[in-house]
């Protein structure tokens, strides 16, 4: 039995194949279309799909969509009603689309597939939800789903048992922690629905002094998590942005300008915001733990990318385990979609593996050894062909050294962060990599520290974390025994400058408040890169690498060959690790382009 589940039409288009229950493949469009965040149908993400199931769309039994268009729509007819006639411009420029494409999503889907059979269709919360509790590794668990919106629900708390997910409690548009969080980020100066995990990044500079400000204007927090925004400060009912002027009044001046210089007022309004949503996660935690009397939480919708308030959840111990869907944002509907229709509308019972059923989240393309000579020679690239041991020894004597290492092994990753599959990598003992790596190989915001990826039996020795985090979507800090002290005066410096004083024996991966975001990388999951990072321990001592995704800035991270080479060629990077196949760049001739790929890729 195969199933596609199809997310689009919003951002982060996707399609995900489950054959028998088990997760084949799952993609996103904007690895092939190189548009980030594409929101197209995902034509190129169902070929792939298709191709990686070895099927055509007539051996599809079931297509699934990741939401109900028309539920959809009445949010936006009924919105636009009550605040009519503001609003109008946005209404009528969001019409269009709707009536061409959006609202006939079934013929659309089948025309676009040429296929003939059911397309069924999951609420937006339901398909977060099934994607965050079908593929964890619990019999049962309370589900927790927090977005900007879907239908009209912003979050929802459900409990999942065995092949079934029920709905409890759900929290309905205008009242949104993602929409809260976007406003910010707008307001900010950075890109909604993109720039959201900048604001996390900058927060730790700050102090929370608007924090006071936020909860006595913008948002009535109740003890159980739940909320109401105060509409009178924010826009994105029927306005072309998400906050107003009675909002800047009340922070004291316009949205910050793009590319300027960030303050310390931007800071503390960044610390101010994340302790909020914080707040609102620890709450609606203790709530669905007390409602359902579950002990383990699975979490998805964009929020749960919010690594920084979900390893706080850990903290406090409210469950006993976490369990986070990597593809949390809008391209893991797909999945959803797709494992919903398999256990809650066919009835199938649900195998529940150890880890979890996601394969370490690596379901995107990956290339063959005879592919990848075909390209290297078709390109006249100097290379070399190393055994697995030679690989593993040479890469790890390369990031001792110093040098920047482009990762290209396996398939691709599912989900926003990069894990070992389409990775840069390098040495987090350096107390210049953070600095080399943002300037001169991915050209962004020097103010964001690199993650790291640490063998997973070793974590403990190194972060204040007692459980796994293969998915980089928990932050812990570093342990107290790898610090080193830092200077009275040195505290004093601001921004980048603080945050370029070593404050470890890891400084490219220590955020300035000791944070780090976490990949535990396993054996089981992703053995090439377990055994790197093991040889470079046994170098080094040191069990933790950087892990940053292959890309520039603004560019999805590469997915097929060519994209890597190009990367490698255009950036700094000092080599490019294929599969068994390694190529130094002082051995490349350099590129002759004509234009510069810098216009290629719009800044995020
Ligand atoms: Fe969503």
């Not at 927060?203 to 909320?227: Q, R, T, V, W």
């Not at 910050?256 to 709450?283: D, G, P």
């Amino acid at each position: 039995m195969n199933i596609l589940g199809i997310s689009a039409f919003y951002h982060d288009s996707a399609a995900c194949l489950v054959r028998d229950g088990e997760i084949v493949a799952a993609a996103q469009e904007e690895r092939f279309t190189r548009k980030k965040h594409d929101a197209a149908f995902p034509k190129k993400a169902v070929e792939y799909c298709l191709q990686e199931a070895d099927i055509r769309t007539e051996d599809l039994d079931y297509v699934g969509f990741y939401d109900k268009p028309f539920a959809k729509f009445e949010r936006i007819l009924e919105t636009y009603l009550s605040i009519a006639p503001k609003g109008l411009g946005q209404f009528l420029s969001a019409m269009p689309i709707w009536l061409k494409e959006k609202i006939w999503t079934r013929s659309n889907i089948r025309k676009k597939l040429e296929y003939y059979g059911p397309v069924l269709f999951s609420e937006h919360h339901e398909s977060h939800a099934a994607s965050a509790f079908y593929p964890s590794p619990f019999k049962e668990a309370a589900i927790l789903t927090m977005d900007g919106v879907g239908e009209w629900a912003t979050t929802s708390l459900a409990v999942g048992r065995g092949n079934k997910i029920e709905l409890i409690k759900e929290l309905r548009f205008p009242h949104s922690l993602g929409l809260l969080y976007s406003a910010f980020t707008y307001y900010l100066g950075f890109k909604v629905n993109s720039g959201e995990y900048k604001v996390m990044g900058l927060a730790p500079y700050g102090k929370p002094e608007y924090k006071k400000i936020i909860l006595d204007h913008l948002i009535d927090l109740k003890e159980d998590g739940s909320f109401r925004m105060n509409q009178e400060y924010f826009d994105y009912l029927g306005g072309r942005t998400m906050t107003n002027s009675r909002f800047e009044n009340l922070f004291g001046g316009p949205v910050r300008k793009s590319e300027t210089s960030l303050t310390q007022k931007e800071m503390n309004i960044a610390a101010s915001l994340q302790e909020v949503t914080e707040e609102i996660m620890l709450r609606m935690s203790r709530y669905v733990r007390s409602l359902t009397g579950m002990k383990n939480l699975c979490l998805a919708g964009g929020v749960a990318l919010n690594c920084v308030g979900n390893g706080k959840i850990l903290k406090e111990k409210i469950f006993d385990e976490l369990w986070i869907q990597p593809a949390a944002g809008d391209a893991g509907g797909a999945l959803g979609v797709a494992m919903c229709i398999w256990h809650q509308v066919l009835e199938n019972k649900r195998q529940v593996k150890k880890e979890d059923a996601m394969k370490g989240a690596y379901l995107g393309p990956c290339f063959t050894d005879e592919s990848i000579r075909g390209f290297l020679e078709g390109r006249g690239v100097s290379y070399r062909q190393l055994t697995n041991d030679e690989l593993t020894r040479t890469v790890a004597s390369h990031v001792k050294e110093g040098k920047v290492v482009g990762w290209f092994q396996g398939r691709m990753e599912f989900g926003p962060r990069a894990l070992g599959g389409r990775s840069i990598i390098g040495d987090a003992r350096s107390p210049k990599m953070q600095l080399v790596m943002n300037l001169k190989i991915k050209y962004r915001e020097s103010f964001r520290p690199f993650a790291p990826s640490v063998l997973g039996e070793k974590a403990s020795d190194w972060f204040d974390i007692n459980s796994m985090s293969p998915y980089m979507l928990l932050v812990a800090a570093v342990r107290e025994d790898k610090r080193v002290d830092i200077l009275e005066e040195q505290k004093k410096l601001f921004g980048i400058d603080l945050l370029n004083i070593p404050r470890s024996q890891i400084p490219a991966i220590t955020h300035v408040d000791y944070s780090a975001r976490i990949q535990t990388v396993h054996k089981e999951t992703n053995s090439r890169y377990y055994d790197l990072i093991k040889e470079f321990d046994k170098e080094t001592g040191c069990p933790v690498i950087i892990n940053t995704s292959f890309n520039v800035r603004g560019e999805p991270i590469v997915c097929r060959l060519e994209e890597a080479y190009l990367c490698f060629m255009r950036t700094e990077m000092d080599t490019l690790v294929l599969e068994n196949f390694i190529l130094d760049k002082a051995d490349q001739k350099p590129l002759d382009e004509d234009t510069d790929w810098r216009d290629k890729f719009e800044l995020d």
